[in-house]
């Protein structure tokens, strides 16, 4: 009798993916589960390559979960002339809209024109024009200059004194650690495998002193596995000197580690109605943005040298945001006591002498060492797609030269990630309205599968497949969690409580009080699930 085990991105399948992994030759091996890393698996294995990823903390646990989570259309860099990028950024935003509009969705902008502030109007309009035309925004999401009047009355809270109007442009919000997720689910529907919580403790050499593995430890297991490949791509993000270091190729450029923070408000303290991207004393720009019963807001800019694993919110961060936000919204007067929840994320930028952390070019670079390495630094959460075609292209140029290969051009940019295959953003909103009346006739409280639908898209009927069979158990209860629970671990390689709450769900910074009441339980089902 033959067992065929189905292949599902489950936590109870990764010794296997890892036995896979080591059993023979990879072509590409990358160390770091970040958007950069998952996005070269993506390719790499669209390309045909047998691709490997190894993740030492969850995927998206450092940068790639800790962001303004918005894939930027480059209106700051249009601000430091940085034109080709502008463009670029604004084509992708295009593209990732399309290939997952589940988590990818247009969100009007309100820029306020305050007097002696960064910004006047003439320039602003101007500015706008050009970022419109260079990022090629769709005519109804162009700009639209607004009086005093016409910004107050879109954002009331909003000051008056020194106000003389706002321009209206177009960002498009996202779920930055969901992204990553659908991202690496779908290289691995292409035949990667990806592990989390596996990470490369040594890197392994041949007799020419090249780089042709990693010795990864399994920190759920306590197992150590060989791992070899023809090629190596050091994606860490914050980590990537710490790889070249150990490669011993920490030469010439070098990392900036930068530290972003932001704070969570809950709406009935900040009652913030539209997307705001406003100025601050010291010249820099930060963004209030409204999240279902939530405001956020963020973000700082300063150098950091502290832990890489685990950047903490200091008072002087919160205070400083604090600060700016009462500055242009007099009315609401909050407090530090206000703040919910927080984040601090790392950007991985290139090293610039004489530059401040707000004026270093978010340019992204690939350095190959001596050895082979190949580490790909820099870069934003928007520029990921082109990051890993840039990355995967010098992989396939090399195994071309060295093994008389050929492989096909990327082609991801016509790829619908998982959860996207809605039959094009333009049929998002018919989706939801078909998926909410599906999950009434099965019970399905209204609001929660209003935010499941845009959580997971597409596989929003999975979850909803779980919960029917739960709820045929008369005594069962919370079918709702379980289902969802249960998912991401089958689905979504979900391994620990803070997995689940804070980058599978978002829960953790935007429904923390729940978060917190649903931990203990979370922890007990996944204790059941893998006993």
């Known amino acids: ?79 430091q002339l940085e034109i080709k990028l502008v463009k670029e950024v604004g084509r992708e935003r295009a593209i990732l809209h399309e290939n997952a509009p589940h988590i990818v969705k247009p969100e009007p902008m309100l820029l306020p024109l305050i007097k002696n502030g960064s910004f006047g109007k003439i320039s602003t ?14 005519k109804q999401e162009r700009r639209k200059m607004l009086s005093k009047e016409e910004a107050l009355k879109k954002e009331p809270l909003l000051r008056d004194e020194g106000l003389k109007g706002a321009g209206l442009y177009y960002e498009y919000q996202t779920d930055d650690a969901r992204l990553t997720l659908e991202v690496v689910k779908t290289a691995f529907s292409l035949g990667a495998n990806a592990v989390n919580y596996c990470g490369v403790e040594e890197l392994i050499y041949n007799e020419s002193g090249k780089v042709n593995g990693g010795v990864a430890f399994d920190s759920i297991s306590g197992k150590t596995h060989h791992i070899y490949a023809k090629k190596i791509v050091n994606a860490t993000g914050p980590w990537v000197d710490s790889i070249r270091k150990q490669d011993r190729s920490l030469t010439g450029k070098h990392l900036h580690v930068t530290k972003g923070v932001h704070i969570v408000v809950d709406q009935k303290r900040f009652p913030l109605r539209q997307a705001m991207y406003f100025d601050v004393e010291d010249g820099r720009m930060i963004f209030a943005i409204p999240r279902a019963d939530k405001t956020y807001i963020g973000t700082t800019d300063t150098t950091y040298r502290g832990d890489l694993a685990d950047p903490t919110v200091s008072i002087e961060d919160k205070n400083y945001l604090i600060k700016a936000t009462n500055n242009m919204f007099p009315s609401i007067n909050i407090s530090v006591d206000d703040i919910e929840s927080s984040w601090a994320g790392l950007r991985p930028l290139i090293h610039e002498e004489g530059k401040s952390p707000s004026d270093l070019s978010r340019k992204d670079e690939i350095f190959l060492s001596n050895s082979g390495l190949i580490t790909i630094a820099g870069g934003k959460l928007t520029g990921f797609r082109k990051m890993a075609e840039k990355t995967v292209n010098l992989v396939v140029k090399q195994l071309a030269e060295e093994y008389r290969g050929s492989y096909p051009r990327c082609e991801t940019q016509h790829i619908t990630l998982s959860g996207g295959d809605v039959g094009g953003a333009n049929r998002w909103e018919n989706f939801v309205k078909e998926k909410l009346e599906l999950a009434s006739k099965i019970g399905f409280e209204k609001k929660k599968a209003w935010t499941l639908i845009h959580r997971y898209g597409t596989n929003v009927d999975k979850v909803f497949e779980r919960f029917v069979e739960l709820n045929k158990y008369r005594f069962n209860t919370e079918c709702e969690l379980k289902a969802e629970l249960y998912y991401c671990v089958e689905e979504e390689m979900v391994v620990k409580a803070e997995d689940y709450l804070i980058r599978r769900t978002g829960d953790y910074y935007f429904n923390w009080r729940k978060s917190m009441n649903r931990s203990d339980l979370v922890n007990r089902l996944l204790y059941m699930i893998q006993k």
């Open 125 to 138: 309009s101007f500015g706008l024009y050009v970022y419109d035309r260079l990022a090629q925004v769709k």
């Open 1 to 79: 009798m033959f067992v065929i085990m189905v292949r599902t991105f489950s936590q109870q399948n990764r010794q296997h993916f890892l036995n896979e992994m080591s059993s023979g030759e990879l072509d590409l091996l990358i160390i770091g589960g970040g958007i950069t890393g998952c996005g070269i698996a993506l390719d790499a294995a669209n390309r045909g390559l047998k691709v490997g990823l190894l993740e030492m903390q969850d995927f998206a646990a450092g940068t790639s979960s800790r962001s303004t989570k918005l894939i930027h259309g480059g209106l700051r860099y249009l601000k």
